[in-house]
């Protein structure tokens, strides 16, 4: 896979003008958005079918944890969208996962990630909800359940990214929000790492926020991510 397809821009603003004007200006150089839950409630699924339209790959994090019934419809609903990529939340089970993945078969182009641990979670964190496991443990262990109800991969922080891929086999995707820019402040992200880092650790694909939406020159900060997976 080229570098510019492994790099998913997260569009995290509340209008769709604001989220245009980032594509607009990311031209042709970014292929892949991921709309979250602050853009999708703000401005509706318009703005998914805008991108689509405009040929972008879109990666809808719905992060559904809900009965089955509900996260098939949902994911029912992604697909007709057009979506690429949703993702369901590996802390609801087998059955949640399953329901997702049986869902999304009726959308070829649609695969379905489980959301591991929340990279802002640390141990103490999980320890506060009652899981008293490491974060490594259980991030591969909910990574394994995610396998095997069928979903295509998994979202993990760059730092599970290499025990993950070698848990999942060569062909599962690993999707890696949570990295910083050499240099950049790490923000709230609890278990960072640099983009570069994650791909050669055997990440599929990384989400760039604000490195890049925020930038003053939004396709020279792409393109600084873009090189730096090569350089
Ligand atoms: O920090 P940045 O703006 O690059 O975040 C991009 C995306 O990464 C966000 O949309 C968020 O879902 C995800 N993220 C995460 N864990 C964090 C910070 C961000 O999963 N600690």
Same mark, same amino acid.
């Given at each position: 896979? =080229?570098?510019?397809?492994?790099?998913?821009?997260?569009?995290?603003?509340?209008?769709? =003008?604001?989220?245009?004007?980032?594509?607009?200006? @990311?031209?042709?150089?970014?292929?892949?958005?991921?709309?979250?839950? =602050? @853009?999708?409630?703000?401005?509706?699924?318009?703005?998914?079918?805008?991108?689509?339209?405009?040929?972008?790959?879109?990666?809808?994090?719905?992060?559904?944890?809900?009965?089955?019934?509900?996260?098939?419809?949902?994911?029912?609903?992604?697909?007709?969208?057009?979506?690429?990529?949703?993702?369901?939340?590996?802390?609801?089970?087998?059955?949640?996962?399953?329901?997702?993945?049986? *869902?999304?078969?009726?959308?070829?182009?649609?695969?379905?990630?489980?959301?591991?641990?929340?990279?802002?979670?640390?141990?103490?964190? @999980?320890?506060?909800?009652?899981?008293?496991?490491?974060?490594?443990?259980?991030?591969?262990?909910? *990574?394994? @359940?995610?396998?095997? !109800?069928?979903?295509?991969?998994?979202?993990? !922080?760059?730092?599970?990214?290499?025990?993950?891929?070698?848990?999942?086999?060569?062909?599962?995707?690993?999707?890696?929000?949570?990295?910083?820019?050499?240099?950049?402040?790490?923000? =709230?992200?609890?278990?960072?790492?640099?983009?570069?880092?994650?791909?050669?650790?055997?990440?599929?694909?990384?989400?760039?926020?604000? *490195?890049?939406?925020?930038? *003053?020159?939004?396709?020279?900060?792409?393109?600084?991510?873009?090189?730096?997976?090569?350089?």
């Amino acid at each position: 896979m =080229e570098p510019t397809s492994r790099i998913i821009v997260a569009l995290d603003c509340d209008k769709r =003008e604001t989220a245009f004007a980032v594509a607009e200006r @990311l031209g042709d150089e970014c292929r892949f958005y991921k709309v979250g839950l =602050e @853009l999708l409630t703000a401005a509706g699924p318009d703005v998914v079918k805008g991108l689509v339209s405009r040929g972008k790959e879109v990666f809808l994090d719905l992060k559904l944890f809900e009965i089955p019934n509900s996260v098939a419809g949902a994911v029912r609903a992604a697909g007709a969208l057009g979506v690429s990529m949703v993702t369901v939340h590996g802390m609801g089970g087998g059955t949640i996962m399953s329901a997702a993945v049986e *869902a999304a078969r009726d959308f070829p182009g649609l695969r379905v990630l489980a959301l591991t641990v929340v990279t802002s979670m640390t141990d103490a964190d @999980l320890a506060d909800v009652g899981v008293g496991d490491r974060m490594d443990r259980q991030v591969l262990r909910l *990574a394994r @359940l995610a396998r095997k !109800s069928g979903c295509h991969g998994v979202i993990a !922080s760059p730092q599970e990214v290499a025990a993950l891929r070698s848990a999942l086999g060569p062909d599962a995707l690993i999707v890696t929000p949570g990295v910083a820019l050499p240099g950049e402040s790490p923000a =709230e992200h609890a278990r960072p790492g640099t983009p570069r880092a994650a791909i050669a650790d055997g990440a599929s694909h990384v989400v760039v926020g604000r *490195a890049v939406t925020r930038a *003053a020159d939004p396709a020279a900060a792409f393109r600084h991510v873009r090189d730096s997976l090569t350089s």
